[in-house]
């Protein structure tokens, strides 16, 4: 009976945001707990759908570990987190035939720019040669050389909004059980290209990008392909081999894997300008949006704590304020000491306090306001998608003038609704909504409102790419550099 080792390590972090993460920010999971993924939209859900229906499999759950996007990994912080999970995984590999490993891909430490790539490097040399391993990544992801070299086959995300984390995993699973049964070879073809992207055009339900995948799918879908995609990697995630990406894995077959690798990015190449973020200034946003009669959406994706910001922007409450915008608002910012002393101050109590600018305040200015205390909670909630608990610790909900803001401890993800939901708000019921994401997916907003303006304003995950301060990634890189002519080739792996 085959026996498969899961594995999972999840974080995405922007360079860019002056807060170090810390262990303490990932939630760990260990053993059995890990089956309580089954039925959920997660990598870890969807392997198992495929692992448990073959009755012939036997699983080691071993350890997952997964964080909310945040700042640089802290050397501590990377050192216990990585110890634990190669012990964690060294203790159950005795008698293992496959391993499954879950990444996003867009980790980084200080220390090690290549987390992921270290982890896979240490489980191959305790797994040794002859083991597969198979990998799902994020398409924000950064495969790199050494993670490839460590591996057998990967899967990627085929859709932003993310909406196929079960998928993936299935399909890496699949991948996994090809490669157990003595069935397949893979060769994977990557081409690397000089690129970052950001913006609607990611869309893949309606940009050109989105177009792109669909080749990667009929390649799968047709099996020319066993598997492929285009990562375009996290722009935030300052690293050596940060850059988009095409890859193409194939039962044998080199020449199909470099052509079709070859060809899809050289078709990526030319819409590289297309797929950059269309930004709206902030004080025409806020001067349309007075003449809107229904709904708006002020998407603020510089400060999208799923990228990997901190969340504590006011630039928006701050231009709402100064401008005299008169209709509802509903907002959400990141700022523990404000939370703190409505937590102490109690509900139905007024309280002066500053918003914003508590993690970053070289960037955001604290906003004195005098409110009153609606709402307060523990900061729990469950994401509407992945359906995954959210803990924002201490949780409040002010109210100032026409302003409505949920004020949390600590920063999670934000790209749907879930954190105004848990806190008795409805978005529907308000005037303008800021949602701290580059995108979220249609029907959260985009099916409802009047406008969704993508707003410019600072912030540790801007799409506007040229202003970030890049210091690390490979030169040239398009938008950071005028790159004239770009010639796609392929390097292939091949693991025996």
Same mark, same amino acid.
């Given at each position: 009976?085959?026996?498969?080792?899961?594995?999972?390590?999840?974080?995405?972090?922007?360079?860019?945001?002056?807060?170090?993460? $810390?262990?303490?920010?990932?939630?760990?999971?260990?053993?059995?707990?890990?089956?309580?993924?089954?039925? @959920?939209?997660?990598?870890?859900?969807?392997?198992?759908?495929?692992?448990?229906?073959?009755?012939?499999?036997?699983?080691?759950?071993?350890?997952?570990?997964?964080?909310?996007?945040?700042?640089?990994?802290?050397?501590?912080?990377?050192?216990?987190?990585?110890?634990?999970?190669?012990?964690?995984? !060294? !203790?159950?590999?005795?008698?293992?035939?496959?391993?499954?490993?879950?990444?996003?891909?867009?980790?980084?430490?200080?220390?090690?720019?290549?987390?992921?790539?270290?982890?896979?490097?240490?489980?191959?040399?305790?797994?040794?040669?002859?083991?597969?391993?198979?990998?799902?990544?994020?398409?924000?992801?950064?495969?790199?050389?050494?993670?490839?070299?460590?591996? /057998?086959?990967?899967?990627? %995300?085929?859709?932003?909004?993310?909406?196929?984390?079960?998928?993936?995993?299935?399909?890496?699973?699949?991948?996994?059980?090809?490669?157990?049964?003595?069935?397949?070879?893979?060769?994977?073809?990557?081409?690397?290209?000089?690129?970052?992207?950001?913006?609607?055009?990611?869309?893949?339900?309606?940009?050109?990008?989105?177009?792109?995948?669909? $080749?990667?799918?009929?390649?799968?879908?047709?099996?020319?392909?066993?598997?492929?995609?285009?990562?375009?990697?996290?722009?935030?995630?300052?690293?050596?081999?940060?850059?988009?990406?095409?890859?193409?894995?194939? /039962?044998?077959?080199?020449?199909?894997?470099?052509? $079709?690798?070859?060809?899809?990015?050289?078709?990526?190449?030319?819409?590289?300008?297309?797929?950059?973020?269309?930004?709206?200034?902030?004080?025409?946003?806020?001067?349309?949006?007075?003449?809107? /009669?229904?709904?708006?959406?002020?998407?603020?994706?510089?400060?999208?704590?799923?990228?990997?910001?901190?969340?504590?922007?006011?630039?928006?409450?701050?231009?709402?304020?100064? @401008?005299?915008?008169?209709?509802?608002?509903?907002?959400?910012?990141?700022?523990?000491?404000?939370?703190?002393?409505?937590?102490?101050?109690?509900?139905?109590?007024?309280?002066?306090?500053?918003?914003?600018?508590?993690?970053?305040?070289?960037?955001?200015?604290?906003?004195?306001?005098?409110?009153?205390?609606?709402?307060?909670?523990?900061?729990?909630?469950?994401?509407?998608?992945?359906?995954?608990?959210?803990?924002?610790?201490?949780?409040?909900?002010?109210? %100032?003038?026409?302003?409505?803001?949920?004020?949390?401890?600590?920063?999670?993800?934000?790209?749907?609704?879930?954190?105004?939901?848990?806190?008795?708000?409805?978005?529907?019921?308000?005037?303008?909504?800021?949602?701290?994401?580059?995108?979220?997916? %249609?029907?959260?907003?985009?099916?409802?409102?009047? @406008?969704?303006?993508?707003?410019? !304003?600072?912030?540790?995950?801007?799409?506007?790419?040229?202003?970030?301060?890049?210091?690390?990634?490979?030169?040239?890189?398009?938008?950071?550099?005028?790159?004239? /002519?770009?010639?796609? @080739?392929?390097?292939?792996?091949?693991?025996?």
């Amino acid at each position: 009976m085959p026996t498969v080792l899961i594995v999972e390590c999840m974080q995405e972090i922007s360079s860019f945001n002056p807060v170090p993460s $810390e262990y303490e920010n990932f939630e760990v999971e260990r053993g059995e707990a890990l089956l309580g993924h089954r039925g @959920k939209n997660t990598a870890i859900g969807g392997a198992l759908s495929v692992f448990e229906a073959d009755a012939g499999i036997r699983l080691v759950p071993t350890i997952a570990a997964r964080a909310g996007s945040a700042g640089l990994l802290s050397s501590q912080g990377w050192q216990q987190l990585s110890a634990e999970l190669l012990d964690a995984v !060294a !203790a159950r590999l005795d008698g293992v035939d496959g391993i499954y490993v879950s990444l996003h891909g867009a980790m980084g430490a200080d220390g090690e720019l290549d987390p992921e790539g270290h982890l896979l490097s240490e489980i191959r040399h305790m797994a040794g040669p002859s083991v597969p391993i198979v990998i799902s990544l994020d398409l924000h992801g950064i495969l790199t050389d050494r993670m490839i070299r460590q591996v /057998d086959g990967m899967a990627i %995300y085929h859709t932003y909004p993310h909406v196929d984390f079960a998928d993936t995993g299935a399909r890496a699973a699949r991948l996994l059980l090809g490669l157990l049964s003595g069935g397949v070879a893979p060769t994977v073809a990557r081409v690397v290209i000089p690129a970052l992207v950001r913006g609607d055009e990611l869309i893949t339900r309606t940009g050109c990008y989105g177009d792109l995948i669909g $080749e990667c799918r009929r390649l799968e879908r047709e099996g020319t392909a066993l598997s492929a995609g285009i990562m375009i990697g996290n722009p935030f995630t300052d690293v050596p081999e940060l850059c988009s990406q095409v890859i193409v894995v194939t /039962d044998g077959d080199a020449a199909a894997a470099q052509r $079709e690798a070859e060809r899809l990015a050289a078709e990526f190449w030319p819409m590289r300008h297309r797929m950059q973020g269309k930004l709206m200034p902030l004080d025409r946003a806020i001067a349309q949006a007075r003449t809107i /009669d229904g709904p708006v959406c002020f998407t603020d994706a510089a400060d999208a704590t799923s990228s990997g910001a901190t969340g504590d922007s006011n630039a928006i409450l701050h231009a709402l304020r100064d @401008k005299g915008y008169p209709k509802r608002v509903l907002a959400q910012i990141v700022d523990p000491e404000a939370a703190a002393a409505a937590h102490r101050a109690g509900v139905g109590a007024r309280v002066e306090v500053t918003l914003g600018g508590a993690m970053d305040p070289a960037r955001f200015t604290p906003m004195p306001v005098k409110a009153h205390i609606k709402l307060l909670s523990d900061g729990s909630g469950r994401l509407e998608t992945m359906k995954l608990v959210l803990d924002a610790g201490p949780t409040a909900v002010l109210e %100032y003038d026409n302003v409505t803001v949920v004020v949390m401890s600590r920063s999670v993800s934000l790209f749907d609704r879930a954190m105004y939901f848990a806190n008795g708000l409805n978005p529907a019921d308000f005037d303008l909504i800021v949602v701290k994401s580059p995108h979220t997916e %249609y029907a959260m907003y985009d099916q409802w409102v009047e @406008k969704n303006f993508n707003i410019d !304003a600072p912030g540790a995950t801007s799409a506007d790419i040229r202003q970030l301060g890049h210091t690390i990634c490979a030169r040239p890189m398009f938008p950071l550099d005028d790159i004239a /002519d770009f010639a796609p @080739k392929a390097s292939l792996y091949r693991r025996t």
